[in-house]
């Protein structure tokens, strides 16, 4: 039976620090609202500082606005020298579904780049100063996904938006997997979780801004805003990760049918997101792509 949840739940943290990622729209930014609003100090981590700087002060409470961008290595690497500090709690919230096939400066396929080989950089270079959790954004659509490892970056064959986008979530499952595995081995402080915010139609915003894709884009949205959640509740498997005693590496995900709408629960994930071999040996090229690793 699904256990109602409510941001009450979060009490008071002042004292808490906490990264978001993709803080100032949809699932990121209803995060961030909800854990300064509960006294906890939210370092947004932002592509846009000006967009940033006006969710902050529309939030109120303890904030702090840093430049990220997922998609830009360089931004990732600069990305730990740009705050003092330690963190409690890192949430890599920030995801993007691309309109059409394009590169990253790196040379990575940018919906991986941004979904997975992005956030991945960043844990492994921020986890040193990790003292609690680290929540990784994955979603049900990796139950629709396989990976070819011959082909991560989507070169051959033909590219379409929807399955790039859950082949990136499915590998940001399999590194949530493999992640846990390794702070467990190490008897790491830190635990790891994984979340689907169900179907959130904010979202869905970078799909298309013209044409058949826009119109269909269109449609999308309104059947999600009938079906599916608002962000608050999107947001509610995250900060469900923090409050409630659950299993280290749980996946998070949403009591309704079919993951659309509902309270956070204690979800399954997908057999071919429990394969360790596959895991690690995702592990290992996103180690190869970005030239970082984890130092537990």
Known sequence: MATTWSPVRLGDMT????????ATNGVGLATSTALARAGAQV?????NLELGARRAAAMG???QVVKLDLADQSSV???PGLFDGDVDVLINNAGLVAQHR???VDGFENTLGTNFLGPFALTNLLFDRV??????VGSDAHKSASLAFDDLHARTGRWSSFPVYARSKLAVMLWGLELDRRLRAAGSPVTTYLTHPGWVSSNLSNVADTGVMAAAHTVVQRVANVIGNDIDAGAAPTLYCLTEPIPPGSYV????RFGFKGPPTLSGRA??????????????????ETGTTLAV
Not at 43 to 47: D, F, G, H, T
Not at 131 to 136: Q, T
Not at 253 to 256: F, K, L, W
């Open 253 to 256: 995900g949403i009591a309704g």
């Open 61 to 63: 409470g303890d904030t």
């Open 77 to 79: 690497r600069a990305f």
């Open 271 to 288: 057999p071919v997101a429990c394969d360790y071999a596959a895991a690690q040996r995702l592990w290992e090229f996103a180690e190869r």
């Open 43 to 47: 370092i947004l981590a932002v592509r």
């Open 131 to 136: 003292r609690s959790k680290i929540v990784n």
């Open 15 to 22: 004292g808490q620090r906490i990264i978001v990622t993709g």
């Open 102 to 104: 394009s590169d990253t």
